[in-house]
């Protein structure tokens, strides 16, 4: 018997249990695997009527960058450095356990170099409070590389806002608004002048 469980499936369980004939009697292993952010944790326990083993793993990567020291899941050949600052708790699409970690970075391992890799986050992760401008981006690392894939995470609450001129009419539908200081954080005035 086998399955999985948690959130994109992270934990992989085997269950056997068997009976031989000609002295072997009742044979029986129990296992698990699970994939979390910062490493893989595995574990089993196997019997037989002559002996019982008991096995355990434990296995990660470090991957120290600029912006500070990300662990992960284990490291391959070719990698992507994920940076969503802010985001913290973000899934990776199709990637089972990959979360970005307490500051919003987090690594994609095993990517195929020389071609293109979609990397998406799950947008069924995000916190109510954080607003993604993209979640999907596509790289095309070289063999042995880490390559960055870097998201623009806004974090705050949504406010309703009804912009008017110095005399009280509002701003005309369709008028674009740009936040000061932020190049991605751009709006277009609603009905009424509002915008969200």
């Known amino acids: ?3 999985t469980a948690l959130a994109g499936n992270a934990l992989n369980w085997n269950i056997q249990q068997g009976y031989g004939t000609d002295d072997v009697g ?7 695997d699970y994939k979390g952010t910062y490493a893989d944790v595995s574990g089993g326990y196997r019997y037989d009527r002559h002996s019982q083993r ?3 793993a434990l296995a990660g990567g ?4 600029a912006d500070g020291v990300t662990f992960s899941q284990p490291l391959g050949e070719t990698n992507v450095l994920i940076g969503a600052p802010g985001a ?4 990776i699409k199709n990637q089972s356990g990959v979360r970005t970690d307490f500051r919003g970075y987090t690594v994609s391992a095993n990517v195929s170099p020389y ?3 979609d990397i998406g986050l799950d ?22 590389a880490v390559v960055r894939a870097d998201y623009v995470a806004n974090v705050g609450l949504r406010v309703l806002l009804t912009l008017t001129r ?3 009419s509002t701003v005309p539908f369709g008028a674009m608004v740009t936040l000061k200081g932020a190049q991605e954080q751009q709006f277009i005035v609603g009905d009424e002048g509002r915008f969200i």
């Not at 913290?88 to 899934?91: F, L, Y």
């Not at 995000?126 to 690392?141: I, R, S």
């Open 1 to 3: 018997m086998s399955g």
């Open 62 to 65: 470090v991957l120290a960058y």
């Open 166 to 168: 110095p005399y009280g």
């Open 26 to 32: 009742y044979t029986g292993s129990l296992s698990a």
């Open 115 to 117: 071609r293109k890799n």
């Open 88 to 91: 913290s708790g973000v899934g």
């Open 54 to 56: 008991v096995n355990y």
């Open 123 to 144: 947008t069924a992760s995000v916190a109510d409070d954080v607003e993604l401008a993209l979640t999907n981006k596509t790289v095309v690392p070289t063999r042995g």
